[in-house]
């Protein structure tokens, strides 16, 4: 029996997703677990497959488009079956919007599993040209706004992947976005590089005026980012203790182990930090708790989220129990979440539940910041980067490797003695790293 394919809600945080593409075109058949479009969620391009085998008789949201969970985006069923009736019931309604599915279900959900759609989108599908398939052409591209490249984060992964440079590729998704098939048609051959004769030679404007401006739509990541950023600093009552740490006990352990390691072995500052922090969290309850109204959750272990930056936005993959993992381990897991992280190939359990978070710009040469906490996280570090700095040791100007730390505290939980007292251990574990094997 024909029926409305619904969004489902494919990451924890998901409140709407873009198609970035149709897999399957309308007409095909599918069996149950194959995937049926690719979608861009807050975090990342998910596979969206069916739960139930079945036929795409209808695409009512095309690659670009939006939909809320719950939204219709196609109609299924058998082939021959007449969904006129599902067309025109939804083009009486207006826009579906229906109530978020109570699970993830994986990977993906057949909108069986969907409450029903309150209202439905059909006049726009049967006005709409046939979903674009890869290889598929459009009739008419645009160009990418004021020059800057709209790319999709598949067709940015593949690129990547690829070594194939963006600006020789001409984007046929809406608003000239690159998407999926501009990458395999330029890796098929079909580059489109500028030749040497359009290229103008620069010419310095002497028009001033004001600022002109260009506006573009945001991404799922971005709006997650905001909104949450936004709940943070609202209710959250936040303060904020800054330290000064010697790191010249920590530079040379990281020395010493890296010249007993091979080259994709070698440990990084970060990779300290992140086991310092987390064997001075398990000391400190409170740090490593969260406010829950009328509780104090308190975790057993230090699941740490380090902020990884990526083209769309930040990311905090999860290292889990790193109190319990040794330098070698920990930069392990952080070099393959980062590097999936980048690739967009994060699944949510790799990017939800952390305990406690850090944030590093050191190697962006930033001396001090602060961080904006992740809620339901009690806390955050910001770590600036270690510098030579003259100290006086001993009644002597000596120089020193000084890096400042900032940590953010939720006051809920984390008076400003409980945060110095944590601090301080965190620190203790950096000037005096065999406080670690302890």
């Known amino acids: 029996m024909a029926e409305k394919f619904l969004m489902p809600k494919l990451s924890p945080t998901m409140e709407e997703g873009q198609i970035a593409r149709w897999v399957k075109n309308e007409g095909d058949t599918y069996e149950a677990g194959e995937t ?21 008789l209808k695409i009512l949201k095309q690659a670009g488009d939006t939909a809320a969970l719950g939204e219709a985006i196609a109609i ?22 229906a109530e978020p599915p109570a699970s993830a279900g994986g990977n993906g959900a057949d909108g069986k599993e969907l409450q029903p759609e309150r209202a439905a989108i059909a006049a726009q599908a049967e006005t709409r040209p046939v ?30 992947e690829n070594n194939l440079d963006l600006r020789t590729v001409t ?78 006990a920590t530079l040379a352990l990281r020395k010493q ?8 072995q070698k440990i990084s500052v970060n990779d300290i930090i992140v086991k310092a922090a987390a064997m001075a969290l398990v000391r400190h309850p409170f740090a490593n708790s969260s406010y829950q109204d009328k509780t104090i959750r308190f ?5 740490i989220g380090v902020a990884v930056a990526i083209d769309e936005g930040l990311i905090t993959p999860v290292i889990r129990g790193a109190n319990r993992k ?27 539940g952390a305990t406690f978070s850090i944030s590093n710009l050191g190697m962006f040469g930033i001396k001090e910041f602060t961080a904006i906490i992740n809620p339901p996280e009690a806390g955050i570090l910001a770590v600036g980067s270690a510098q030579s700095t003259p100290v006086v040791r001993d009644g002597e100007i000596v120089i020193r490797s000084i890096m400042n730390v900032t940590m953010s505290c939720d006051h809920r939980v ?11 251990t965190f620190r203790q574990m950096l000037e005096q790293p065999g406080m670690m094997s302890a």
């Open 414 to 424: 984390v008076d400003g003695a409980t945060g110095a007292k944590f601090l301080q």
């Open 326 to 352: 040794g330098f070698l381990e920990i930069s392990a897991e952080i070099k393959d979440l980062a590097a999936k992280a980048k690739a967009k190939k994060l699944q949510p359990e790799d990017y939800t």
């Open 171 to 248: 984007g046929t998704g809406p608003n000239g976005r690159i998407i999926k098939r501009d990458i395999e048609t330029a890796l098929a051959g079909g580059i489109q590089r500028p030749k040497a004769e359009d290229q103008r030679p620069f010419a310095p404007s002497t028009q001033v005026g004001a600022a002109a401006y260009r506006e573009e739509p945001t991404s799922q990541m971005r709006r997650v980012i905001a909104s949450r950023l936004a709940e943070s600093i609202g209710p959250i009552p936040t303060f904020y203790l800054t330290l000064e740490i010697e790191m010249d």
């Open 299 to 303: 975790y057993d272990q230090a699941d």
């Open 257 to 264: 182990v890296n010249s007993t390691i091979s080259e994709d």
């Open 131 to 160: 979903a674009s398939v890869p290889g598929t052409a459009p009739t008419q591209q645009a160009s990418p706004a004021n020059g800057r490249l709209i790319v999709s984060p598949i067709a940015a992964r593949m690129a990547a």
């Open 36 to 56: 049926l479009a690719e979608v861009d969620t807050d975090k990342a391009t998910m596979e969206m497959t069916a739960l139930t085998g079945g036929t795409l």
């Open 76 to 97: 299924t069923g058998q082939k021959g079956e007449d969904i006129a009736e599902l067309l025109s019931e939804t083009a009486a309604l207006g826009v579906a919007k």
